[in-house]
């Protein structure tokens, strides 16, 4: 059972462009969160999805930043027109029950 | 009033010690509490649920203090390998999970 896949590992991008980040959730788990960090910081909470729901987008800007959890495939974090603020590490985690977390790797993402 | 805290830390202890953490949160509905360890650049990896009743697993211990809004993780005899950051992790109030920034800590020889 493989565990929770992030890709890319790191994205870079310049100024304006778009960020995508994949996540694929643990086989059989249906609960997908995100979350930022950024360096010495704390995670910070963004949206938490279920299949095809957003279920608490609380913690993500209401600009620029999207996320998606389609019923087949990985679910999507998306930033659009990104700017330096945006550099950070962004982790995914999937969870069977809303309970336990699994988290992939990370995408660390470096704005030019 | 954060909806989880911790005490930053460093806690710089030598090898064998026993350290404690504690975290307190603001959600008096939670049900759900972890401790996470977080290695420098990785990702968090949950090392122990903390139970009503308390839980052991090995050198370490975690306790719920629900009246005080509250829960430890005790580690005893410390050993290198435990320097990391420890996150508590408890529910929120939209449902979702809620870290705390961490508590860093470093075990010397």
């Known amino acids: 059972n493989a565990g929770v896949m992030q890709n890319p590992r790191h994205l870079v991008r310049r100024r304006g462009q778009e960020a995508r980040l994949r996540c694929s959730p643990m086989k059989g788990h249906s609960h997908v969160y995100w979350y930022r960090q950024l360096p010495e910081e704390g995670l910070k909470f963004m949206v938490y999805l279920q299949k095809e729901n957003i279920i608490d987008e609380s913690g993500m800007p209401k600009e620029r930043f999207s996320a998606e959890f389609p019923k087949e495939g990985p679910s999507i974090l998306r930033i659009q027109q990104v700017v330096r603020g945006d550099s950070a590490a962004y982790f995914c985690?999937?969870?069977?029950?809303?309970?336990?977390?699994?988290f992939g790797s990370g995408t660390q993402l470096s704005v030019l | 009033r954060k909806e989880v805290e911790q005490d930053p830390g460093p806690f710089n202890v030598p090898e064998g010690a026993t350290v404690a953490f504690n975290c307190t949160y603001s959600n008096s509905a939670s049900q759900s509490f972890f401790w996470y360890r977080q290695d420098c650049r990785k990702e968090p990896k949950l090392l122990m649920s903390v139970y009503s009743s308390g839980n052991e697993d090995g050198r370490f211990t975690a306790q719920l203090n629900r009246a005080s809004q509250y829960i430890s993780l005790l580690i005893r005899d410390s050993k290198l390998s435990d320097s990391a950051t420890y996150l508590c992790?408890?529910?929120?109030?939209?449902?979702?999970?809620?870290f705390g920034k961490g508590t860093k800590l470093s075990v010397k020889p």
């Open positions: 992790v408890g529910g929120g109030s939209q449902g979702n999970l809620i």
């Open positions: 985690a999937s969870s069977p029950t809303n309970e336990k977390l699994f």
